[in-house]
């Protein structure tokens, strides 16, 4: 079956544009994570999915930072105004997921990520 | 506040070496995961292992092993007789009970000499 894909794969925009990035979960796959992985740096989570339920948000930068997955399966991460330091990759994650609190967890299947080049 | 030390930003061995990857993480939690990954030059982060706090036994997998220690926080992983196709970035996580993120530690480059 099909992995957890992204595009573009990259993207490069001069600064001040907006960039829209986007992740095609594994199907049926319930929860989608966001992480942004700076040059040589691990990656750093920014957002958290359940269905289309946004549940944690806390590890977006500014506000000029949003995602949203409207219907459940894709999901959009959109920077307004890039700087310079939003240069990173950008790496979707899917799992089967479910309600926070059960006692397993579920493995994280990442795709490829998106390299972002803010000029 | 959770937060993964890997204190060893690049190790390079020569082929057949045996490598052991250090990872020690903090958490106030008593129900968190240890993960590793490894992440390839295409990019794509790759699972490895995973363990849960209430298990201290450690792991073999072919070539990898991993020793979990709560007693020292550590999460060390042994890639034994290694190959050129080792070579990558390694990365060690956490996640806890209720919030499936995963914290990253900043990885180690290993390089694997023919």
């Known amino acids: 079956g099909a992995g957890v894909s992204q595009s573009p794969r990259y993207k490069v925009a001069k600064r001040g544009q907006d960039v829209a990035l986007r992740c095609d979960p594994i199907?049926?796959?319930?929860?989608l994570f966001w992480y942004q992985q700076a040059l040589g740096q691990g990656p750093e989570f920014l957002t958290y999915?359940?269905?289309?339920?946004?549940?944690?948000k806390s590890g977006l930068p500014s506000d000029r930072f949003f995602a949203e997955r409207p219907e459940g399966s894709v999901s959009t991460l959109k920077i307004q105004r890039t700087q310079q330091e939003d240069s990173a990759v950008y790496l979707c994650?899917?799992?089967?997921?479910?309600?926070?609190?059960?006692?397993?967890?579920?493995?994280?299947?990442f795709g490829p990520g998106t390299r972002l080049t803010v000029l | 506040a959770q937060k993964v030390t890997q204190a060893q930003t690049e190790i390079s061995v020569v082929e057949k070496e045996d490598v052991t990857l250090d990872c020690v993480y903090e958490?106030?939690?008593?129900?968190?995961?240890l993960f590793w990954y490894k992440q390839p030059p295409s990019g794509e982060l790759v699972f490895l292992i995973r363990?849960?706090?209430?298990?201290?036994q450690n792991e073999i997998s072919g070539r990898y092993s991993w020793n979990f220690q709560k007693s020292t926080s550590s999460f060390n992983f042994t890639i034994t007789a290694s190959q050129v196709v080792d070579s990558a970035v390694y990365f060690c996580?956490?996640?806890?009970?209720?919030?499936?993120?995963?914290?990253f530690g900043q990885g180690t480059r290993l390089t694997i000499n023919p």
């Open positions: 994650a899917s799992s089967l997921g479910g309600p926070s609190g059960l006692p397993s967890y579920n493995e994280q299947f």
């Open positions: 996580a956490l996640s806890f009970q209720g919030a499936q993120k995963l914290v």
């Open positions: 958490t106030r939690d008593t129900t968190y995961y």
């Open positions: 999915f359940q269905n289309e339920a946004q549940l944690d």
């Open positions: 199907s049926g796959h319930v929860s």
């Open positions: 363990r849960n706090s209430f298990d201290e």
